[in-house]
């Protein structure tokens, strides 16, 4: 994911997670939803809300594309570690 946004020059726009709240994350905040961390801002998007909102907007050809996309996401072994790695990396910058 890092990758995509140093090449877009987006260091300073938030940045969005897509997970199960309160599941995935407890939001201990001043802002909804979001989290600030050395400088970066972090905006978390309940799934279930995400699924809706894509459902009613995608027609069905963008809905079965949106599909394959994330099934190769998901497939894709070696999404972890370049995750990480890319965290690892944005925040080193951030010392």
């Not at 940045?15 to 709240?21: D, V």
């Not at 905006?43 to 809905?63: E, G, K």
Request: hydrophobic share 45%; aromatic share 12%.
């Amino acid at each position: 994911m890092y990758w995509h946004v140093e090449g877009l020059n987006a260091f300073d726009k938030p940045l969005t997670f897509i997970c199960r709240i309160p599941e995935d994350i407890t939001l201990i905040s001043a802002e909804r939803d979001a989290y600030r961390y050395k400088g970066r801002v972090f905006d978390f998007v309940d799934i279930r809300r995400f699924i809706v909102v894509v459902c009613a907007l995608l027609t069905p050809q963008q809905m079965q594309l949106l599909l394959q996309e994330l099934q190769a996401f998901v497939a894709d072994v070696n999404v972890s570690p370049k995750t990480k790695q890319g965290w690892n990396s944005i925040f080193e910058q951030a010392k």
